[in-house]
């Protein structure tokens, strides 16, 4: 259904993660490579086999065995029966010095139909029978954890949109209809009752909210003596910054489209992982793994982890609950107003240089939260309480973003993780945090050192 020949979909193609953190050609590569020499192993001990010549006397050519005047055909060896070999990761693989294909040139045969605006994306799918449908939630969030709790709903506010049902599960609401405007409409004039029991501090006070919150501290890297470097230097200077939630915004709104019956599920969506959105579909829709297919399709880019996974879990819920498929597309305000942002960060900074300028200390302190697990729609329909992502190095304060980039024999970086739920939905924003730190950080080493005469100190304490 999508442009692409080559259709990525949890039935058809192996479970090789997610195609985060630069994961493709880092993890992929070396597995595709591994799998394919494994393969072409046992076509050469097939191919010998048939020719009657050892696999040393053998060579290919694009897919085609040579050796002695005779030849053989990958596609001859298979003859149409299933090609399933043990895995063992002993065949050798091809030399870099051999290539012929990575690193070539290649004519990039997708983009005229991208420049023309031929490509078919997730936003243009449609199937048969399908209905539109559209999320209702309050513009923005409450704390992760405290949902979007229903009061009440009036229905028959919806009355004269033709074809427009209402759909719950828990305090999970959404609308279809035939006409994607009319689904459009009957999100908007839906009334719901909301609880609206404030659960954040006020955005002037979050920063204070959480340098004063109880944190799980890890030393993540301690060089040398800062303490007695910082005393004995001649110049020293501090930064506090105080940065913010950062939106992923995408180019275009997150989509989905999804076809549930009582014994399995098709859903198409743009989700970096398929498989691990296959996993949480599986107990959000009470069917197993393996009844559920979903299938990757071109979507608008982000730089991190947006709303992908949350509107094909939307997309999921109100198949089930109208018995057909359903095309879910965010609006600005389901976007913008329930993004898992890039955590604020609070980034305190203090560096030391000697008589000459040269940086001998560097601390910096880190405060953030970690990246939220459960996604909205889960959250909304299941009652999930709130769940964080694990420990993982690109959510603590970085080394190679805090004075990397300069000799300190002198350092010492602490990581401040926030414990609590009461902040906003968090996710990985290119590059996790690093933004934010390399900030704070080369603020404090670009603190203008005065002229000669004797220890002198800076402070600043700008938001970003």
């Known amino acids: 259904m999508c442009s692409s020949d080559l259709t990525l979909e949890t039935s058809v193609t192996p479970n090789q993660g997610g195609t985060y953190s630069s994961r493709s050609i880092q993890v992929g590569s070396p597995q595709i490579r591994t799998a394919a020499a494994e393969a072409r192993q046992a076509l050469l001990k097939m191919a010998s086999d048939r020719l009657g010549l050892a696999p040393t006397q053998l060579s290919v050519a694009k897919g ?101 049902r209402v759909l719950r ?97 098709l859903v198409m969506c743009s989700s970096q992982d398929i498989y691990g959105a296959r996993r949480v579909l599986a107990p959000l829709l009470g069917l197993k793994e393996q009844q559920i297919r979903v299938q990757f399709c071109d979507g608008a880019g982000t730089y991190g982890r947006s709303c992908y996974d949350d509107v094909a879990q939307a997309a999921a819920l109100l198949s089930q609950l109208a018995h057909a498929p359903v095309r879910v597309q965010f609006m600005r305000a389901d ?21 000459d300028g040269r940086i001998v200390a560097y601390e910096y302190h880190g405060w953030h939260h970690h990246w939220s697990l459960i996604e909205t729609s889960q959250q909304l329909a299941q009652g999930s309480a709130p769940d964080e992502w694990p420990n993982l190095v690109s959510q603590q304060v970085s080394p190679q973003n805090c004075g990397a980039m300069y000799a300190i024999a002198n350092k010492r970086l602490v990581d401040h993780r926030l414990t609590t739920a009461n902040y906003l939905r968090a996710g990985w924003l290119r590059s996790p945090l690093d933004l934010s730190m390399a900030f704070a950080s080369e603020q404090a080493i670009d603190a203008p050192i005065p002229s000669p005469g004797g220890r002198a100190e800076s402070t600043s304490s700008p938001a970003t």
């Open 169 to 265: 599960r828990g305090d999970f609401l959404g609308v279809v209809a035939p006409s994607e405007w009319d689904a459009v409409r009957a999100a908007r004039d839906l009334k719901v009752v909301w609880d609206e029991t404030p659960s954040l501090p006020p955005f002037d006070g979050l920063h204070a909210h959480m340098r004063a919150a109880k944190t799980a501290d890890t030393v993540v890297l301690d060089t040398g003596n800062a303490s007695d470097a910082f005393e004995r230097a001649a110049h020293r200077s501090t930064f506090s910054a105080r940065c913010p939630y950062q939106s992923h915004a995408p180019f275009a709104p997150n989509c989905a489209l999804a076809d549930v019956k009582a014994d399995s599920a």
């Open 335 to 355: 976007e913008h107003g329930w993004d898992p942002y890039g955590p604020a960060h609070i980034g305190e900074v203090r560096a030391a240089a000697d008589a």
């Open 64 to 164: 085609v065995v040579s050796g002695g005047g005779k030849t053989v055909s990958y596609g001859e060896l298979i003859g149409g029966k299933r090609f399933n070999i043990a895995f063992t990761g002993n065949a050798p693989t091809k030399a870099t010095s051999s290539y012929k294909l990575v690193g070539a040139k290649f004519p990039r045969n997708d983009m005229p139909e991208v420049v023309n605006g031929t490509r078919t994306y997730m936003h243009h799918l449609r199937v048969d029978g399908m209905l539109h449908g559209r999320v209702v939630r309050p513009r923005g969030q409450r704390a992760y954890g405290a949902g979007a709790r229903i009061v009440s709903i009036d229905e028959s506010s919806l009355r004269d949109i033709p074809g427009a």
